[in-house]
């Protein structure tokens, strides 16, 4: 079910199956390393390069990214996480993992499959897409970084975490990531 008045940011987090406080709790919980960020809602990757000054530059070993929820012409989903810079060829991409044609998915499908609003995509979106037998795809490229920025599952606020703490995360909640060349 799609809940029409939500909204990304943590103010429409109640309406989640899982909100974004439940998820810092479950970390904290789990010893999972991570530092939060509070900033203004961001829905693009254009809007979320305004705030980056928060976090470690690229060169210091930052990497941001962003998270494509798609799907192919039998209405299988998935997660893909790449650099915020990547050129993503869906075509290319569905001969690489072996999928049919890619298109986006709706956001009612996003809500249904990965709990998240719009503009809240996130690998920790997987918390609820484990339930839902979503694969996730990451790009290799990421693994080069120190540390990455993503959402906890709403929109105002970031997480940075080092990629061995994701993958921790991952094995917690049952999730095997296709780290794939894009």
């Not at 990497?63 to 989903?77: A, E, T």
């Not at 050129?87 to 809500?111: A, D, H, P, T, Y």
Request: glycine letters at 6%; charged letters at 20%.
């Amino acid at each position: 079910m799609f809940i029409e008045e939500g909204n990304p940011s943590s103010l429409s987090q109640h309406l989640l199956p899982i909100s974004s406080d439940q998820l810092i709790e479950q970390l904290n919980f789990w010893q999972i390393e991570y530092k939060c960020f509070h900033h203004i809602p961001l829905m693009t990757v254009k809007e979320s390069k305004l705030v980056q000054g928060l976090f470690l530059s690229e060169s210091e070993g930052g990497g941001h990214i962003k998270n494509l929820f798609l799907r192919d012409h039998k209405k299988r989903f998935l997660l893909l996480v790449a650099h915020q810079d990547a050129f993503v060829n869906l075509k290319n991409l569905q001969i690489n993992i072996n999928v049919g044609r890619l298109s986006f998915g709706s956001k009612e499908s996003l809500f249904n499959k990965l709990g998240v609003f719009p503009g809240a995509v996130t690998p920790f979106a997987m918390i609820n897409g484990v339930k839902n037998n979503i694969p996730i795809y990451i790009d290799k490229n990421l693994q080069s970084y120190k540390k990455i920025y993503a959402h906890p599952l709403v929109n105002d606020k970031t997480l940075e975490i080092p990629i061995s703490e994701l993958e921790r995360f991952f094995e917690k909640i049952g999730v095997i990531p296709n780290w794939i060349q894009l």
